[in-house]
């Protein structure tokens, strides 16, 4: 019996009374269910299937209808977790009231349709996280921002770490997740399963070359076997980074390298198979603050692949009923607006390859497309990757504030060589030279010093009502900036100095950050004349200045 609310809260477990055909499969098929539903926590309900399917992850479809006191309506699907069990996994987006609980499924079970109950909504109690303070992400239509429910803005600070889920260990992923959120990261990178059908190696997360397996039948390029056990281990993995503030980006089937370059499946399964694991995806994990990254490192041209992202793109907005933000991500060779048009995307993420070269303009060009949809880097190149000081410390700081400036206003992402492709230690074999850093396993590369730097940025940017703001070359002689008229303007001075501002749209307060350290290092106003300028204190170090009105 599940007795674990998400986040760490206790939560006692209750069996329901429950309406259906009869109440004797009714008792036996709701083996546990939560009684109260804190706002924005996952809580849960289990049952017991009581038909027989040969496969009931392909075959079986059920979902459960919640209905709030004020009419609200909120449809999560059911999943499969191995053997006659079955899952829903629910937050309430209400600190009060009832929600009523109805169960269906097609091809009817009876351990699964025609059931019913009810859990109390209430307040979260302690708020740990962002996300139990002020609710999950969304990116409104026409808009480039995360805003979380209650309209706050929020700054995307992403990690890639790409292959923790079939690589890390419980306690590994508490210790990275730990060092993230101090540094002010709010998201990670997930390859959800090891993408490679050629890869080999011992099932294991401690042996060299070894690895966890998400679908038995992915080599031959199919979605169809599940391994419940894979993602019951992946939940505490999960666990592990929404309790401390992270939220997980799930990318389903890499489509571009991969682990190991190993050939991999996103580009061979099914568009019914690939959807099909989508919907799993927000069953199981769209409860809990998510990101949905289906595009994984491609261009994503290939007619198959084209279809396989549309149809899984329309799965997701059918059941995500919490609207978390979906979106693609691309090799560095794409021309990043496929399915631009297409109202289920949210968000698209160039690359700019890993040879340690600042590429603004792709995000530029991005961030013109049409319709609006929001834009970011979402693999600068890795630190040290190939080589000790390619893309290594203060690099990766310029790289983040220049991909904001110039367009990429979703926010920043940050990688590690070693640590993207979680290697166990400094000499575990089998792994290319070219996407690695020299001397270092995951534990290394998470100390990398320019690890620190997008985290600033983002615990700067957090600070502000960044909703809206835009690339702006106007309010200054060419400086890199972003602008909200007359309400926020932030002005990047790469080596500090002086400069002036010539916008009256400009607002007049403003701050000086060291964006090395994020401590504020100036304050003051602009004269209210025309030879408005600022001086930054230095000539030598980058400092970020915000102007922000007081109203």
Not at 94 to 122: I, N, Q, R
Not at 255 to 260: I, L, N, P, V
Not at 280 to 285: E, K, Q, T
Request: with cysteine; hydrophobic share 35%; charged share 20%.
């Amino acid at each position: 019996m599940n007795k674990v609310l998400r986040f760490g809260l206790t939560l006692t477990a209750v069996c329901l009374v429950c309406v259906c055909a009869s109440g004797v499969a009714a008792a036996q098929s709701v083996v546990s269910a939560a009684k109260d539903a804190p706002q924005w926590m996952e809580c849960e309900i289990e049952f017991r299937g009581q038909r027989h399917y040969d496969n009931a992850y392909v075959d079986s479809t059920a979902w459960v209808d919640f209905v709030h006191d004020d009419g609200t309506k909120i449809r999560r699907p059911i999943f499969w977790d191995g053997g006659q069990t079955f899952r829903v996994r629910f937050a309430s987006t209400k600190p009060s009231g009832t929600w009523k609980w109805t169960s269906s499924s097609d091809p009817v079970d009876d351990g699964l349709h025609g059931l019913s109950g009810e859990l109390t909504a209430c307040p979260t109690g302690v708020a740990e996280t962002i996300f139990q303070r002020h609710g999950f992400w969304s990116i409104p239509p026409g808009e480039r921002n995360l805003v979380h429910s209650d309209g706050k803005s929020c700054f995307l600070c992403a990690d890639t770490a790409w292959a923790l889920p079939w690589r890390a260990t419980v306690d590994q992923a508490v210790r990275y997740a730990d060092d993230r959120a101090e540094k002010g990261f709010n998201a990670a990178l997930l390859m959800t399963v090891m993408p490679d059908s050629n890869t080999t190696g011992p099932r294991s997360r401690t042996e060299d070359k070894g690895f966890a397996v998400g679908f038995e039948d992915l080599p031959k390029g199919r979605l169809r076997e599940l391994n419940a056990e894979y993602f019951q281990y992946f939940d505490s993995l999960v666990d592990a980074l929404v309790q401390r503030g992270v939220a997980p980006v799930y990318q389903p089937v890499f489509h571009g390298y991969g682990w190991k370059g190993g050939g991999t499946a996103g580009n061979k399964v099914s568009a019914d198979d690939y959807a099909r694991y989508c919907r799993y995806l927000v069953a199981r994990y769209g409860a809990r603050p998510a990101i949905w990254l289906i595009g994984g490192d491609g261009p994503a041209v290939n007619p198959t692949v084209v279809e396989q992202l549309d149809q899984s793109g329309q799965e997701i907005e059918r059941w995500d009923a919490y609207r978390q933000p979906t979106g693609i991500h691309y090799s560095p060779h794409a021309w990043n607006r496929t399915h631009q048009d297409k109202t289920w995307l949210d968000f698209q993420w160039c690359q700019t390859g890993h040879n340690g070269e600042h590429v603004p303009e792709r995000v530029a060009d991005m961030w013109r497309n049409q319709p609006v949809k929001a834009v970011a880097n979402g693999e600068p190149t890795y630190e040290n990757i190939g080589e000790t000081g390619k893309g290594a410390g203060w690099w990766q700081g310029h790289e983040a504030i220049c991909n904001v400036t110039a367009g990429g206003t979703m926010g920043v992402v940050y990688g590690a060589a070693s640590l993207w492709n979680w290697v166990l230690h400094p000499n575990e074999p089998g792994h290319e030279v070219w996407c690695t850093a020299p001397g270092a396993g995951w534990e290394e590369a998470l100390g990398f010093e320019g690890s620190r730097y997008p985290g600033v940025l983002a615990k700067i940017m957090n600070q502000y009502p960044i909703r809206g703001m835009q690339p702006d070359w106007t309010c200054t002689y060419g400086r890199r900036g972003l602008l909200i008229p007359n309400k926020l303007f932030v002005l990047y001075l790469p080596t500090g100095g002086r400069t002036a501002i010539v916008s009256t749209e400009v607002p007049s307060p403003y701050r000086i950050y060291d964006l090395k350290t994020g401590q504020v290092v100036g304050q003051g106003r602009l004269p209210d004349d025309r030879r408005r300028s600022i001086d930054a204190g230095v000539t030598d170090q980058p400092r970020l200045v915000v102007f922000h009105s007081e109203g």
